[in-house]
């Protein structure tokens, strides 16, 4: 027996580690690796735990920040909940458990050792997927589990920190470290590093000047609503395996008969992924999961070390996410299949550059505080894309433990797993491979029915011989706290899964109720006009009179819905502008009003605050800068048309827009301190943009409104519109005069004056504006210097004849 369960922590030496903007947008997930060893009886457990606590100790004095906290936002970052810090004031901790009498070796090896045999929250002393919260929490914990006949060393690191690359060399010190704690090299007294471990990631990391351009990265969005559809969906974890005999004639199908040159090769990694990748789609087709038969999507994250040039060891995160799509019709060819995904995905990988990889650093910084970057098929995850993630190349088989021999078995506890999640495990000693899916049981029945598949993988005995009489996990899991992402990969997508607690019952009753409640009434009216040359101007009219267009959740969500809608519609493209289909539909501008002519936008509805718990209040208040980061960042014209009162959040939805039209009954201001807060939504950096510091801090320290006549010369406001006068500073009613259609015309106008300038240029200035530097301006002019437009005004120039651009 091992004495009481305990906890001994290593102190952090000096150090001084500042992380690249990649690292600090990583969702604060811990990678946990499990590592199942095999004791004999008579092992001496007590000697095993002051040699973990002597390799724990020497390992971080070769890696200090192990010892380190993940703080979240600081004053200073504007309170963003997806940015993270790592503080020298921590420890690393090794904590001991004595399940002995609860978890046998011997079951766990004749089980395969099945993922569903590994508890989080017995074996992980970090068992939440994530960690979003204001208190710090460590970067690492290794549990040691002492069961019968066995130890389960949990490692658990995160991956703001160290990705996983890094953890695999981390825990290649320990071992080595472990070894030499065993043959009496180092041990007590424990030695402590004076001199401060210095490392600026920000210097090797970074975009060397090119500002991202999310355009160039289909993997990558920065909408507030990818999120995976898996409410409500039972699914289960299994693990499988592909004997090396099989994964050699797998390796030859997916490879070209006749190879053209070395960019047609594939690899075994990539035979891999393709078998995965067309099983999985296949199965759900066949399961009813897929309905689509259009394109279907493949996500992975890949390594960019070699490609930076990075010195070794390196182990904060590198890597590009690459999304590759294909047609269903052509993944599910037979055969066939998995040649055509073998040889997209390893084009994919073969187009990753240093300098892709830049820019989309480059994006990451240009856009950290406004909003956060994820996944852009995170939303698809449970029907046409699946996530791939692979440490096959982690050598951990061979690492060796001394006394402890190599590890047995490497396992990740499910919780965390979501459906489309695939994880092919490291390389096993005989060279075979094995790996993890989360899917539908009925998903599990149709692969277990596929010949194709069959031909490659074996039967592993953590599957049951009926995959329908599985266990199945709620996705929707109240143990999850407050997230449900993936602890592997890291993923950008972080914040968008938070739900809280009263929407899960929520989602609970509407699978059960056959009746679902009637829908409520839109509060914004959508409607588009026609623009100059190509496209429409997009009008969002929030129609919320009585409460003065408070924001509440619902008017919060279908803004942000509508704003992704202009952000997806603005993004296509015709040479014709008068041929069908995509640029039909262009949003060229948008208009943001209201149907009432006394409000604005009276900003949070305060009511609907009351009832909230601080948590959901800071979950709102991060969807609501998401959506007016979202916002501000669109690459075609905004403009906020402003009668009556826009105050709070309603002034900040204003000064989101790139344009603000105001009505002469317009009064506006900031008056958050007086009810003892402070702006929250982009309100203390976006006021003193517009209107400078000194005027910022009048308006916000003051909490005073401020009239429309005033707004003007502040330069608040680019047209002011006359409307019939109205004491709004005294509340009285304009009772729908008509001043709104007024001011309306006034912003669709001021609209199609822009828009009647070629797109691309037009894309190109918001851009250089955006950014406010002589290098924007000059990397915006020369992609108008290569336009068709630009062309096109040069030849039509001194001939009379109205311009007409095409948007190229």
Partial sequence: MVSPTRSIAVPAPPFDLK??????????????????????????????????????????????????????????????????????????????????????????????????????????????VAY?????????????????????????????????????????????????????????????????????????????????????????????YAHANLEGKGFACRTFRIPTDALARLKKDASPVQPKDDSDWISTGDAIAALLWRSIIVARHRAGELQTRGAVQFGQPYDCRKLMQLPEPYFGNSIYFLRTDVQFADIANGQDGISLAARAIRSDVNAVTADKFRDMVGLIERTQKQTHTRLSFWEDLSTSAIMYTSHFAFDMHAMDFGELGRIQAFRQPPRGSMIGQTIVMPRLRDGSCEFLL????????????????????DKSPSQPSNPMEVAVTV????????????????????????????????????????????????LINISDVQAPHVGCLRILELNRPRAKNAISHQLLDELARAIEDVWQQSMSMS????????????????????????????????????????????????KLRATFARLAALPVPTIACVAGVALGGG?????????????????????????????????????????????????ILTGRKVDAVESLRLGLCSRLVQVEEVDCLNGEDLARRGGGGRLREVGLALAQEITRGGPSAIRAVLGAISAASEEAENLAYEVVLRSSDRLVALEQFGTGRQLTFAGR
């Avoid at 143990?479 to 938070?498: G, H, Q, Y």
């Avoid at 204003?654 to 982009?682: D, K, Q, Y």
């Fill in 438 to 457: 989360t899917e539908t049981p009925q998903v599990f029945v149709s692969l277990a029915e596929d010949d194709i598949w069959s031909q490659y993988v």
């Fill in 475 to 522: 996705a929707v899991d109240k143990k999850l706290d407050l997230v449900s992402i993936s602890t592997a990969p890291p993923t950008l997508n972080s914040f968008s899964r938070t739900v809280p607690n009263r929407d899960l019952s929520a989602t609970a009753r509407s699978a059960e109720d056959d009746n679902p409640p009637t829908p409520m009434p839109a």
């Fill in 575 to 622: 040479i014709d502008p008068s041929s069908p289909g995509p640029a039909s539909k262009q949003v060229r501008a948008l208009i943001i009003t209201s149907s009432s002519d006394t409000a604005f936008c009276a900003g949070a509805d305060l009511k609907e605050r009351k009832a909230m718990t601080l948590a959901e209040t800071q979950l709102f208040l991060a």
């Fill in 651 to 699: 002034l900040e939805l204003a000064l989101s827009c790139h344009m603000r039209v105001f009505a002469s009954n317009a009064v506006v201001g900031l008056p958050e301190t007086r009810l003892a807060i402070i702006p929250g939504a982009g309100g203390t950096y976006r006021l003193q943009q517009v209107v400078g510091r000194a005027h910022a801090l009048d308006m």
């Fill in 19 to 128: 992380l690249s903007y990649f690292d600090r947008t990583l969702p604060p997930t811990h990678s946990k690796r499990i590592l199942c060893f095999s004791l004999p009886q008579r092992a001496d457990k007590e000697r095993i735990i002051d040699q973990l606590h002597i390799a724990l100790h020497y390992t971080v004095q070769r890696v200090p920040f192990l010892a380190g906290s993940i703080v979240p936002f600081s004053e200073e970052e504007g309170n963003r909940p997806w940015l993270r810090n790592v503080s020298p004031q921590g420890s690393a901790y090794l904590d001991i458990k004595d399940l002995s009498n609860s978890m046998s070796f011997g079951a766990l090896a004749a089980a395969n050792f099945d993922q569903e045999l590994f508890d989080a929250d017995q074996l992980c002393s970090l068992p939440q």
């Fill in 132 to 224: 979003i919260q204001e208190e710090p929490v460590e970067v690492c914990r290794i549990q040691a589990n002492f069961i019968d006949g066995g130890l389960l060393l949990v490692i658990q690191i995160n991956h703001v920190a160290i990705d996983g690359w890094g953890v695999t060399e981390v825990v290649k010190i320990f071992s080595e470290k472990f070894r030499d704690a065993q043959a009496g090299k180092i041990g007590h007294t424990l030695l402590m590093n004076e001199k401060t471990y210095v490392s600026d990631r920000r210097t090797l990391v970074s975009s060397a000047g090119n500002l991202g351009d999310l355009a160039n990265h289909s993997a990558l969005t920065q909408s507030g």
